[in-house]
């Protein structure tokens, strides 16, 4: 199985600033990496797929990079609404389908 | 407009049984794969079960397999999950997730997820 560990658990910014949050696999996923935001009382929703492509209709200010073990979620400027519990996903090895542990971003 | 909506949880003793039923619409359901995954409360996403869009390929985490069975009926939009043998670990909300494709375990629209807990 695959084991996903993001980092940090927990984030602390404010509004207007840049957010880079990390997830790393135990080995290789190649690019069949995902991001989900979760918000409380909310079903996960999509934000980017295949390690860098934005899924319709998730804003610019979100973008994905990396590849095999290391990848990275950015959030150029944060909004309010960007505060919100995020998990990365791995689909290259399944089953099973694994996430990480999630990564709180809270305002400061 | 996508909408997947999870109904028959409910409180069920450990031991017991519950099926739960995710009714589909808004898409070509037999054109994409489905999953359940669940969320214990205050923890993270743990994927339960999948299966492809013609329904020949069911696959499922450890922790459920040999007890929960995943089920389609494509003629009816609708997938399902039938839990046997329930655990007080297998409390959780149980949410359908589509694929972006027939056989993808990228999930890129959600149900509002069904509560199961177990417990005596």
């Known amino acids: 199985e695959i084991v996903l560990t993001q980092s940090p658990a927990t984030l602390s910014l404010s509004p207007g600033e840049r957010a880079t949050l990390s997830c790393r696999a135990s080995q290789s996923v190649i690019s069949y990496l995902a991001w989900y935001q979760q918000k409380p009382g909310q079903a996960p929703r999509l934000l980017i797929y295949?390690?860098?492509n934005r899924a319709t209709g998730i804003p610019a200010r979100f973008s994905g990079s990396g590849s095999g073990t290391d990848f990275t979620l950015t959030i150029s400027s944060l909004e309010p609404e960007d505060f919100a519990v995020y998990y990365c996903q791995q689909r290259y090895h399944w089953p099973p389908v694994t996430f990480g542990q999630g990564t709180r971003l809270e305002i400061k | 407009e996508v909408q997947l909506v999870e109904s028959g949880g409910g409180l069920v003793q450990p031991g017991g049984s519950l099926r739960l039923s995710c009714a589909a619409s808004?898409?070509?359901?037999?054109?994409?794969?489905m999953s359940w995954v669940r969320q214990a409360p205050g923890k993270g996403l743990e994927w339960v079960s999948g299966?492809?869009?013609?329904?020949?390929?069911?696959r499922y985490a450890d922790s459920v397999k040999g007890r929960f069975t995943v089920s389609r009926d494509n003629s009816k939009n609708t997938l399902d999950l039938q839990m046997d043998s329930l655990r007080a670990e297998d409390t959780a909300i149980y949410y359908c997730a589509k694929g972006k494709a027939p056989v993808d375990m990228v999930f890129d629209f959600w149900g509002q997820g069904a509560l199961v807990t177990a417990s005596s």
């Open positions: 808004g898409f070509t359901f037999s054109n994409y794969a």
């Open positions: 299966m492809s869009g013609s329904g020949d390929v069911a």
């Open positions: 295949d390690a860098s």
